[in-house]
C-alpha cells in the first residue's frame, strides 16, 4: 500500500475499447483522483471519451469481486485460493478423466483482446486443455475479415487498415466510426480524423440503414436494406469491370483469380441489385466510379458487414474492391500494419500448400466447420444438449448467456452441466452458474499493452502501461490465474512452484521455435544468452519483452544497438511512442503459398450462388438492427453510473411511419417477436431509421436477481438476443447474424410502474 499521502500522475492506455486513448491518470494513496485524456500521447493527443472516465468507477466498484468464490446450491462462500483451485481440480480432473479433453468447452469474452494477460496466457491454456470445443466472441464479431484475410493474404491478422490520415476518399458501409472509433481499424478521435479529411478536400460517404452520427456529418449516406450489402457491393464490383475502371496498378503481378472475380459479379449488376438492396443503379455506378478515379480511396466495413447472413462475402467483396481500384497497399488507401510486438504476418514463412484454418473439425449435431480454430458460438447450446459432448465449461472474461443468439436456450444448457469454472470481475448473467468464480485484478492493478488492436492500428504504435496500483494482498494476477488452471487440465501435480515452472517452459517454447525460424531476427541464436537477458522479467512483461526485441524495431538481442526493448518503452516513452504511418508491405506481407493475392478463395466464391438465389427474395416487412453507443462495449460495462446515467438508452427505434401503422406514440410499449423469443421495450420514434427497419441496442437485459450488479439491475433495459436466432448465420464463417432479424411488434398496455416487470417476464 502506497502511505505517503502525495498525488502522483500515471500514464496508460485504456484497455476498453479499440480506441487504445492514452490516459492521464491522478492518484493520492490508493485512490483515484481524476482521470483525463493524455496530451503528450502520440496517437490519441488528449482525445478521450466516457469510457476512459469510468475507469475509476470500475476499479472502485463496490460489486467487483475480489475474492474467489465457491458455489454450493445458491448460496456462494468467499474461499481462499487453494480451496478454490482444488474444488476446480476435483470438478474438471473428474471430467476430463471420465469423458476426455473435449468434453470442457471454453468461451472467450471480447475483454480478452483488452488484456496483456489473456492475450498471452490463455493459448497455453487452450493448447493444454486441447478441447475441439472452443468458442469465442469473435462469432459474434469480426470473424468473416479475419476468414477472409486467411483466405486472400495467408494470414488472419492481414486485414487492410484504411489509411484514414491521408485517403482522399472514404467509403463506409455498415460502421459508426464516431461512436465506435474505429473497429477493426484502431484510431482515436475517429471524429477529428474524418473532420479533418473533409477540410483538406476529401469525401466520405456512408452506406447505413441508420442516419448516424457518422453519416450526418458525412457528404452523402444513402441507406441500404438490412442484410443485402453483398449485392451493393457486387454492383460496385460490377461496374468496375463494366466500365473498365480496374486499375491494379502495381498489384498486376500479385493477383490471382481476377477473371473468376470478374465471372462472379456478372449478374450482379447495379440495374439487377436495386430493387433489393434499396440504393439506385446510378449511386451504384456512380460511387465506382468516384472509387476508380479518386487519387486515394479506401472501402471500409464493420459490424454491419459482418453480423449478416452473407459477412464473409461481404467482408471479402470489400477487398477485392480495394484491390480492383489499387488502392490496396496503396498510401490513402488501405494498407497492412507492421506492429513492434507479436506480428502474425512479420517473419513467418508462406505456406507450403494452400490450405487454411478451416473445417479440420466440425460441430456434432450440425456439422458446422472449425473456423480459425473455434466453432461458433451459434453451436453452443446444440453441443451441451443435443449431443452431450460438453459436460464442464470454462469462461474468461464472458458473458454469453447475454452476449450469443437465444441466450434463453443456453441458458438452460448452462444448467445442465456438471462444473463450470469462470475467470471474471462480476458474478453476472453467466458466471452465476458457476461452481467456482475466479476473480481478476481490476485494470488498474495490471500492466497493460494492446498486442491485437496496434495490428489493427491505422499508425504503427507501441506503449506499454505500468500498474497504476500493486495488486492487493492475496490477489493473484491474471496471468497466474490462468497458468493454475493451465496446471489442473493438464493433469500433473506440478507442486508450489507450478506458475513459475509452467511459465519458464512456456517462455522456453517461444524462444525455441523463435530461433529455429530460418525468417527470424534472431535464427540460431544461442538460447540461454537470450533466456539470460529477458529473465529479468516474469510473467507477461518476459514475454512481451522478448516479442519486443524480434520484433521489426527491436533490438533483436543486441544485433540493432538503437533497437525497441521493454526498458526503453518503459524509461524513455512513457506517453508511447510512434513508429510511423502505415507503408506497403507487397509482397513480403503475404503467406499463400503462391505468395500472391488470393482474389477468388474457391470456398467464398462457391458462397456466391446462394446469393444469387437472394436477388430476388422479398424483403421481410419488418427487420431488427443493433446499433452502438458511445457509453457502451457490449454487455460488461452497464455497472458503472458515470455510463449508465441519463434517460434510457435501451428503446426501440422505429421511423415515424412505421410506429403510425401501429398507432405507436413515444414512449408506448411494444411486444417484438421473432422464431425464438418475444421481448418488450419501449418505443422511441426516430426520422433517422429507414422504414421497414427497427434498432434495438445489444448487450443489456441485466433483470436476474441472482447477479450481484446492483447498478446494472436498475438500468436492466432488454435483451435482443433473445430474439436473434441460432440457427441464421453466415454459412461460411459461421457468424452470428445480428443485423436484419425478421421480426413482427403488437402494442401493448402496460400498467404505471410495471414497466420493468413487463420487459422482463413477457
Not at 459482418?306 to 464473409?312: A, L, M, V
Amino acid at each position: 500500500m502506497n502511505m505517503n499521502n502525495e498525488n502522483k500522475i500515471h500514464f496508460r492506455t485504456c484497455p476498453l475499447c479499440e480506441a487504445t486513448c492514452g490516459l492521464e491518470i491522478h492518484t493520492k494513496d490508493d485512490e483515484v483522483v481524476s482521470i483525463r485524456g493524455d496530451k503528450h500521447d502520440p496517437f490519441s493527443k488528449g482525445y478521450i471519451c466516457p469510457k476512459g472516465y469510468s475507469l475509476k468507477e470500475l476499479h472502485e466498484d463496490p460489486d467487483r469481486i475480489r475474492k474467489p468464490m465457491v458455489r454450493k446450491g445458491e448460496q456462494w462462500m468467499e474461499v481462499s485460493w487453494i480451496e478454490a483451485f482444488t474444488e476446480i481440480k476435483k470438478g474438471l480432473r473428474h471430467v476430463i478423466s471420465t469423458y476426455g479433453h473435449d468434453a470442457v468447452g471454453t468461451y472467450l469474452g471480447n475483454p480478452n483482446v483488452h488484456n496483456l494477460a489473456g492475450m498471452l496466457y490463455v493459448p497455453i491454456l487452450l493448447r493444454t486443455l486441447r478441447s475441439r470445443h472452443k468458442f469465442s466472441a469473435s462469432t459474434m464479431d469480426q470473424i468473416p475479415k479475419q476468414l477472409t484475410a486467411e483466405m486472400m493474404f495467408g494470414g488472419d491478422f492481414s486485414v487492410p487498415i484504411p489509411d484514414i490520415d491521408r485517403t482522399d476518399y472514404f467509403l463506409i458501409i455498415g460502421a459508426n466510426p464516431f461512436v465506435s472509433n474505429g473497429s477493426m481499424m484502431t484510431a482515436p478521435n475517429m471524429k477529428e480524423r474524418l473532420q479533418i479529411l473533409r477540410e483538406r478536400g476529401g469525401s466520405f460517404i456512408v452506406i447505413d440503414p441508420i442516419n448516424t452520427a457518422t453519416a450526418k456529418a458525412a457528404n452523402e449516406h444513402y441507406s441500404i436494406t438490412p442484410g443485402t450489402d453483398a449485392l451493393f457491393l457486387f454492383g460496385l464490383v460490377h461496374t468496375l469491370f463494366d466500365e473498365n475502371l480496374v486499375h491494379l496498378g502495381k498489384l498486376q503481378d500479385h493477383v490471382n483469380g481476377l477473371l473468376e472475380v470478374q465471372k462472379s459479379a456478372k449478374p450482379f449488376s447495379p440495374e439487377a441489385v436495386e430493387a433489393r438492396c434499396g440504393i439506385s443503379a446510378t449511386t451504384i455506378r456512380k460511387l465506382a466510379r468516384e472509387l476508380a478515379n479518386a487519387n486515394s480511396a479506401a472501402v471500409y466495413g464493420r459490424m454491419g458487414t459482418c453480423t449478416q447472413e452473407f459477412g464473409t462475402v461481404n467482408s471479402w467483396l470489400i477487398d477485392v474492391i480495394n484491390s480492383l481500384t489499387g488502392n490496396l497497399d496503396r498510401e490513402g488507401g488501405v494498407l497492412f500494419t507492421k506492429p513492434a510486438a507479436g506480428g502474425r504476418n512479420i517473419g513467418n514463412a508462406p505456406r507450403k500448400k494452400e490450405t487454411y484454418r478451416y473445417g479440420r473439425f466440425h460441430s456434432a449435431v450440425r456439422g458446422l466447420p472449425e473456423v480459425l480454430g473455434e466453432l461458433p458460438v451459434a453451436a453452443m447450446a446444440d453441443e451441451i444438449e443435443k449431443s452431450g459432448q460438453i459436460k464442464a465449461f470454462i469462461t474468461v472474461g464472458g458473458n454469453p448467456i447475454l452476449s450469443t443468439p437465444n441466450g434463453k436456450r443456453l441458458e438452460k444448457a448452462f444448467e445442465k452441466l456438471e462444473f463450470i469454472v469462470s475467470v471474471d470481475c462480476y458474478l453476472n448473467e453467466t458466471t452465476r452458474h458457476a461452481n467456482v468464480l475466479l476473480p481478476i485484478p481490476s485494470p488498474l492493478e495490471r500492466s497493460h499493452y494492446d498486442l491485437s488492436f496496434y495490428q489493427l492500428s491505422v499508425r504503427n504504435i507501441a506503449h506499454y502501461s505500468k500498474p497504476v496500483f500493486n495488486l492487493p494482498l492475496e490477489q493473484l494476477d491474471e496471468w497466474e490465474i490462468l497458468l493454475h488452471l493451465t496446471e489442473i487440465v493438464s493433469g500433473k501435480d506440478i507442486g508450489e512452484d507450478a506458475v513459475q515452472v509452467l511459465d519458464d517452459y512456456s517462455v522456453l517454447k517461444l524462444v525455441q521455435s523463435e530461433i529455429n525460424n530460418m525468417n527470424s531476427t534472431i535464427y540460431n541464436l544461442d538460447i540461454n544468452d537470450i533466456l539470460k537477458v529477458i529473465n529479468n522479467y516474469r510473467g507477461p512483461e518476459r514475454m512481451l519483452d522478448f516479442l519486443l526485441r524480434v520484433g521489426p524495431y527491436g533490438d533483436h538481442f543486441g544485433q540493432v544497438k538503437e533497437g525497441l526493448t521493454l526498458a526503453k518503452l518503459m524509461t524513455e516513452h512513457e506517453h508511447g511512442i510512434d513508429l510511423g504511418p502505415l507503408s506497403p508491405r507487397i509482397p513480403e506481407v503475404l503467406l499463400t503459398s503462391s505468395r500472391k493475392i488470393e482474389l477468388a478463395p474457391a470456398l467464398i466464391i462457391k458462397d456466391v450462388e446462394r446469393l444469387y438465389t437472394k436477388l430476388n427474395t422479398q424483403q421481410s416487412k419488418l427487420v431488427l438492427i443493433g446499433r452502438r453507443d458511445l457509453r457502451s462495449n457490449n454487455s460488461w460495462m452497464h455497472n458503472l453510473p458515470v455510463l449508465v446515467k441519463g434517460k434510457n438508452r435501451c428503446t426501440l427505434f422505429i421511423h415515424p411511419e412505421d410506429a403510425s401503422k401501429e398507432n405507436l406514440q413515444n414512449g408506448d410499449f411494444v411486444q417484438i417477436s421473432s422464431r425464438t423469443g418475444r421481448l418488450v421495450v419501449p418505443v422511441e420514434l426516430n426520422v433517422d431509421m429507414k422504414q421497414g427497419v427497427i434498432s434495438l441496442p445489444h448487450g443489456w437485459g441485466h433483470q436476474f436477481t441472482d447477479t450481484r450488479l446492483q447498478v446494472a439491475k436498475q438500468h436492466a433495459g432488454v435483451n435482443s438476443n433473445i430474439l436473434s436466432d441460432e440457427y441464421f448465420i453466415d454459412s461460411v464463417s459461421g457468424n452470428a447474424v445480428l443485423n436484419g432479424i425478421p421480426v413482427e411488434i403488437q402494442k401493448i398496455t402496460v400498467k404505471e410502474g410495471e414497466e420493468q416487470a413487463w420487459q422482463f417476464t413477457h
